[in-house]
């Protein structure tokens, strides 16, 4: 049981490029969701997916898409990835009545 | 605005000692409240939960204060160990969204 996985754990980009941020989890919870963590600014949600086949903008939504591929896999793209990106990204899971389980995070720089 | 606030981005504490890291928050719907801690190049976990029925809730050496009329919740370390040094975010369901709504954390340092 790997709880939530991300990959990858770190990654390099230059302005402009795009990427795909990959998030997995085998708890078999319906809900998932996309953070970034920014120095002073605490956990910010970027998108969320409540169910299977359903996807909503948080709070920091602008410059991301995301893809509820099935009930295990999220995943978090940046089509023109800018220096304001750079920032640790997390994934979580959530079961009612349970606590949100959190991935190790992904790393990411925008040069 | 920010509706739940750490109001101190750091604190250090002897070991031994207690630990007390507090959060505010805005919004007087939040019925439910969670602390969950955060080591260097990990992600966070939980580490303790309590209900807006509840004005107390413990788990071995931690214990979550809610003062629901001040709108005040606090984390209590007793006593306070090295391994205990981490960010500690607090955060509220945003009511029946599965959002939640999170703290900007408070760093504790624990010194031997």
């Known amino acids: 049981n790997a709880g939530v996985t991300q990959t990858p754990k770190f990654q390099v980009l230059k302005t402009g490029q795009s990427m795909t941020l990959q998030c997995a989890q085998d708890?078999?919870?319906?809900?998932m969701y996309w953070y970034r963590q920014d120095p002073g600014m605490g956990l910010r949600l970027i998108y969320y997916?409540?169910?299977?086949?359903?996807?909503d903008k948080g709070e920091v939504p602008n410059g991301y898409n995301v893809s509820r591929l099935n009930k295990r896999e999220f995943s978090l793209r940046l089509e023109s990835a800018a220096p304001s990106q750079t920032s640790v990204y997390f994934c979580?899971?959530?079961?009612?009545?349970?606590?949100?389980?959190f991935g190790p995070g992904t790393r990411l720089t925008v040069l | 605005d920010q509706q739940v606030k750490q109001n101190s981005p750091s604190l250090s504490v002897q070991e031994g000692r207690i630990s007390i890291l507090n959060c505010d928050y805005t919004?007087?719907?939040?019925?439910?409240f969670l602390w969950y801690k955060k080591y260097p190049a990990e992600g966070p976990t939980f580490l303790i939960s309590?209900?807006?029925?509840?004005d107390k809730n413990e788990d071995g050496r931690f214990t979550v204060f809610l003062n629901k009329s001040a709108k005040h919740l606090s984390l209590h370390i007793v006593p306070s160990q090295p391994g205990d040094s981490a960010v500690y975010f607090c955060?509220?369901?945003?009511?029946?969204?599965?959002?939640?709504?999170f703290g900007t954390g408070t760093r504790l340092k624990v010194l031997a």
């Open positions: 979580a899971s959530y079961r009612d009545e349970d606590e949100q389980f």
């Open positions: 708890m078999n919870h319906n809900s």
């Open positions: 919004n007087s719907m939040f019925d439910y």
């Open positions: 997916s409540a169910s299977e086949g359903t996807t």
């Open positions: 309590i209900s807006s029925i509840k």
């Open positions: 955060a509220a369901p945003d009511g029946g969204t599965y959002k939640y709504i």
